[in-house]
């Protein structure tokens, strides 16, 4: 695996809000209506360059420093409209079912001038990845690797069948492996 790369300091963080706040302005403008700064934070990791998150009356926009390290100006022109989007349409469209890139994002993004492409493909290499804990279990044909979320739901009850002899999974006690996805 190549170098790790560093997450972006103060001062892209600082451009990068002002982005975002940029966008939001913007949309005030297209649809016209006020909208409030929404909080952005840094802490997200994985593969994931960015992320609009609700919960109840808050909400705020996630990005990877990671990603945006590696490759600034491209998160900088897609990912952050494509999150401000998101913001704007959930407080357009408050406690209704929506498709997440439907058509009122879509139409939003276009209105932005930006492609309304879902993901980007491109090289995570040098990016730090999530790393998530499976646990051994057995069936009467095989053994499996259960994430530490399923093994948390079998604990509290849930039941898990081998799709290939429809046996009950059985912890295996064993010793614990690290997954990277």
Same mark, same amino acid.
């Given at each position: 695996? +190549?170098?790790?790369? !560093?997450?972006?300091?103060?001062?892209? /963080?600082? *451009?990068?809000? +002002? *982005?975002?706040?940029?966008?939001?302005? $913007?949309? @005030?403008?297209? $649809?016209?209506?006020?909208?409030?700064?929404?909080?952005?934070?840094? !802490?997200?990791?994985?593969?994931?360059?960015?992320?609009?998150?609700?919960?109840? *009356?808050?909400?705020?926009?996630?990005?990877?420093?990671?990603?945006?390290?590696?490759?600034?100006?491209? %998160? $900088?022109?897609?990912?952050?409209?494509?999150?401000?989007?998101?913001?704007?349409?959930?407080?357009?469209r408050?406690r &209704?079912?929506?498709?997440?890139?439907?058509?009122?994002? #879509?139409?939003?993004?276009?209105?932005?001038?930006?492609?309304?492409?879902?993901?980007?493909?491109?090289?995570l +290499? @040098?990016?730090? #990845?999530?790393? #998530?804990?499976?646990?051994?279990?057995?069936?009467?044909? &095989?053994?499996?690797?259960? +994430?530490?979320?399923?093994?948390? /739901?079998?604990?509290?009850?849930?039941?898990?069948?081998?799709?290939?002899? %429809?046996?009950?999974?059985?912890?295996?006690? @064993?010793?614990?492996?690290?997954?990277?996805?």
């Amino acid at each position: 695996m +190549s170098d790790i790369v !560093d997450p972006i300091g103060a001062e892209q /963080r600082a *451009e990068v809000r +002002s *982005e975002t706040a940029r966008f939001v302005g $913007l949309a @005030g403008e297209l $649809l016209g209506r006020e909208f409030p700064t929404v909080p952005v934070r840094f !802490d997200l990791s994985g593969t994931t360059a960015g992320m609009f998150k609700a919960d109840g *009356e808050r909400c705020w926009i996630r990005y990877n420093p990671w990603i945006f390290a590696k490759y600034y100006h491209e %998160n $900088l022109v897609d990912t952050v409209p494509h999150e401000v989007a998101h913001y704007i349409v959930h407080l357009t469209r408050p406690r &209704r079912r929506i498709k997440p890139h439907g058509p009122e994002w #879509q139409a939003l993004m276009e209105a932005f001038g930006v492609d309304p492409a879902v993901t980007f493909n491109l090289d995570l +290499s @040098g990016i730090p #990845q999530r790393r #998530q804990r499976t646990h051994a279990y057995r069936c009467a044909c &095989r053994d499996h690797d259960v +994430s530490t979320t399923r093994h948390k /739901r079998i604990e509290r009850g849930t039941v898990y069948l081998c799709r290939y002899c %429809n046996e009950n999974l059985i912890y295996a006690d @064993g010793p614990q492996r690290m997954l990277e996805f």
